[in-house]
């Protein structure tokens, strides 16, 4: 890399760690807030589902608006609302304020991340080099997240949970600054008018599809608001393929989606995101409310996490290289699947901290791994006007995956808790919750790992990315 293009390097994965800190940062400390705002206990996961529905819902819009209005405009706008939502955040004494500001901080997310991601593929070019921008961005996106978890843990047991926001505000001028002096303007060559009616439906359908998730996480799956709202969003959702079809610039072309490199690499992105972000929301459940956990002791249990898959990042890219994307997205899905499955053996005692350390730290390195080669394989062989679409529709994955993990996985350990809280004690009832919650993600993500290896090499002889 050259000096400028080390320098761009550096200030994009700052903004983008900023965004992945943000979101682990409130998980931990979500117990605290919701007891200190008066949330009920039902209604805990809003404060991180508020944050993920935004974010998944415009992300690809946003990829396609930074195209034409220009990538670096749509960073510098999505940081200037991240700094406001964190200090409203901060500033909140009530459960309705935090909310909004948890909606805001989504929405900058959700256009942050296809702003920069945008700005770090056409600043490298296809091959090695942008694939170790790439696994450096996945290793700091992970980063991001441990590290936001043990810095979430340390700031709600030391200081205050609203330091968990407030953080964000000297970080996110500090983002504001540099940008305009390091990284260029850049856009694609668009004519036309742009796709409304496509970006309305896309939005509000994933909205609503989110919503009813959540809402049947929360509430149970025959709850009838949440069954309809899922309904809603199948309905937008189709129609927005039927408006795809016949305006003259679609928002996603069908043309790009049935590309078999982005397809099957964003579905092995939705898996990895999924089943990772609900399972470390579990081992949290777990520690706090069955080993009797703070906040603070929960969040230094994943540091060693944040340590490999940092180290998964640093290696994808040379992994890639030797072995090929459509080789490595399903291995590294696949270590993270066993890993997920040991976690089904922990009890009441202390000694399972151990186990939890190495199976997330192992985890950690193939979710981090398969991250990388989802984002190399969805990415690779397009032109620069379709890597805002491109790493939109990566980064709505992601969102999708971490909104719609945790209330479908927490549902199942919900629904077991109460069936146990009959006739066992509290902390076995959460175990045994637990424990179900995470043989059943294992499973689906050595099922996801099985069928991305068989689309992808199916898919081999026009889509196989090896970098030179």
Same mark, same amino acid.
């Given at each position: 890399?050259?000096?400028?293009?080390?320098? /761009?390097?550096?200030?994009?994965?700052?903004?983008?760690?900023?965004?992945?800190?943000?979101?682990?940062?409130?998980?931990?400390?979500?117990?605290?807030?919701?007891?200190?705002?008066?949330?009920?206990?039902? #209604?805990? @996961?809003? +404060?991180?589902?508020?944050?993920? %529905?935004?974010?998944?819902?415009?992300? $690809?819009?946003?990829? &396609?608006?930074?195209?034409?209005?220009?990538?670096?405009?749509?960073?510098?706008?999505?940081?200037?609302?991240?700094?406001?939502?964190? $200090?409203?955040?901060?500033?909140?004494?009530?459960?309705?304020?935090? %909310?909004?500001?948890?909606?805001? @901080?989504?929405?900058?997310?959700?256009?942050? +991340?296809?702003?920069?991601?945008?700005?770090?593929?056409?600043?490298?070019?296809?091959?090695?080099?942008? #694939?170790?921008?790439?696994?450096? &961005?996945?290793?700091?996106?992970?980063?991001?997240?441990?590290?936001?978890?043990?810095?979430?843990?340390?700031?709600?047991?030391?200081?205050?949970?609203?330091?968990?926001?407030? +953080?964000?505000?000297?970080?996110?001028?500090? /983002?504001?600054?540099?940008?305009?002096?390091?990284?260029?303007?850049?856009?694609?060559?668009?004519?036309?008018?742009?796709?409304?009616?496509?970006?309305?439906?896309?939005?509000?359908?994933?909205?609503?599809?989110?919503?009813?998730?959540?809402?049947?996480?929360?509430?149970?799956?025959?709850?009838?608001?949440?069954?309809?709202?899922?309904?809603?969003?199948?309905?937008?959702?189709?129609?927005?393929? *039927?408006?795809?079809?016949?305006?003259?610039?679609?928002?996603?072309?069908?043309?790009?989606?049935?590309?078999?490199?982005?397809?099957?690499?964003?579905?092995?992105?939705?898996?990895?995101?999924?089943?990772?972000?609900?399972?470390?929301?579990?081992?949290?459940?777990?520690?706090?409310?069955?080993?009797?956990?703070?906040?603070? *002791?929960?969040?230094?249990?994943?540091?060693?996490?944040?340590?490999?898959? $940092?180290?998964?990042?640093?290696?994808?890219?040379?992994?890639?290289?030797?072995?090929?994307?459509? &080789?490595?997205?399903?291995?590294?899905? %696949?270590? @993270?699947?066993?890993?997920?499955?040991?976690?089904?053996?922990?009890?009441?005692?202390?000694?399972?901290?151990?186990?939890?350390?190495?199976?997330?730290?192992?985890?950690?390195?193939?979710?981090?791994?398969?991250?990388?080669?989802?984002?190399?394989?969805?990415?690779?062989?397009?032109?620069?006007?379709?890597?805002?679409?491109?790493?939109? %529709?990566?980064?709505?994955?992601?969102?999708?995956?971490?909104?719609?993990?945790?209330?479908?996985?927490?549902?199942?350990? &919900?629904?077991?808790?109460?069936?146990?809280?009959?006739?066992?004690?509290?902390?076995?009832?959460?175990?045994?919750?637990?424990?179900?919650?995470?043989?059943?993600?294992?499973?689906?993500?050595?099922?996801?790992?099985?069928?991305?290896?068989?689309?992808?090499?199916?898919?081999?002889?026009?889509?196989?990315?090896?970098?030179?």
């Amino acid at each position: 890399m050259t000096g400028r293009q080390k320098t /761009v390097l550096a200030v994009l994965l700052g903004a983008q760690f900023i965004v992945s800190a943000d979101f682990s940062i409130l998980n931990v400390a979500i117990p605290v807030i919701g007891k200190d705002l008066g949330f009920a206990l039902a #209604d805990f @996961q809003w +404060i991180a589902t508020a944050f993920a %529905l935004t974010s998944a819902s415009f992300t $690809l819009v946003f990829g &396609n608006v930074a195209d034409r209005l220009g990538r670096r405009r749509m960073l510098l706008t999505g940081m200037g609302l991240l700094v406001a939502a964190s $200090l409203l955040g901060g500033l909140a004494g009530s459960p309705a304020v935090l %909310l909004t500001a948890r909606v805001v @901080q989504g929405l900058a997310t959700g256009i942050v +991340i296809p702003a920069a991601m945008s700005l770090l593929t056409t600043s490298f070019p296809e091959g090695p080099l942008r #694939d170790r921008a790439l696994g450096l &961005n996945g290793a700091l996106l992970s980063a991001g997240f441990t590290i936001g978890a043990v810095l979430g843990g340390v700031l709600t047991g030391v200081v205050s949970w609203r330091w968990a926001f407030l +953080i964000n505000v000297p970080v996110g001028v500090a /983002v504001l600054v540099l940008v305009p002096m390091v990284v260029a303007e850049s856009r694609a060559e668009r004519g036309g008018r742009p796709d409304v009616p496509g970006a309305v439906t896309v939005s509000l359908g994933l909205a609503a599809l989110i919503y009813g998730i959540s809402t049947l996480g929360a509430k149970g799956w025959g709850n009838a608001p949440g069954l309809a709202a899922m309904a809603v969003g199948v309905v937008l959702l189709a129609v927005f393929v *039927a408006v795809e079809m016949r305006v003259e610039q679609p928002l996603a072309p069908l043309r790009f989606l049935s590309r078999p490199t982005v397809s099957w690499g964003n579905l092995g992105g939705l898996a990895t995101f999924t089943m990772e972000t609900a399972a470390i929301f579990l081992m949290t459940l777990y520690l706090q409310e069955t080993l009797g956990y703070s906040a603070l *002791a929960a969040g230094l249990v994943f540091a060693l996490t944040g340590v490999t898959a $940092l180290l998964g990042g640093v290696a994808a890219p040379r992994l890639i290289a030797r072995f090929g994307s459509r &080789n490595v997205l399903p291995a590294g899905l %696949l270590v @993270q699947g066993l890993s997920t499955a040991a976690l089904f053996f922990v009890g009441h005692g202390h000694g399972s901290v151990a186990l939890v350390i190495a199976a997330t730290s192992i985890g950690g390195f193939g979710h981090m791994v398969a991250v990388v080669s989802y984002m190399v394989t969805a990415t690779s062989g397009l032109a620069d006007d379709e890597q805002g679409l491109a790493t939109g %529709l990566t980064s709505m994955t992601q969102q999708v995956g971490i909104t719609a993990g945790i209330p479908v996985l927490s549902a199942i350990a &919900n629904s077991r808790i109460h069936a146990l809280k009959t006739h066992e004690a509290a902390a076995d009832a959460v175990l045994g919750g637990v424990t179900l919650a995470v043989l059943i993600d294992a499973a689906l993500t050595v099922t996801g790992a099985l069928l991305v290896f068989a689309l992808l090499r199916r898919a081999r002889p026009r889509t196989e990315h090896r970098p030179a």
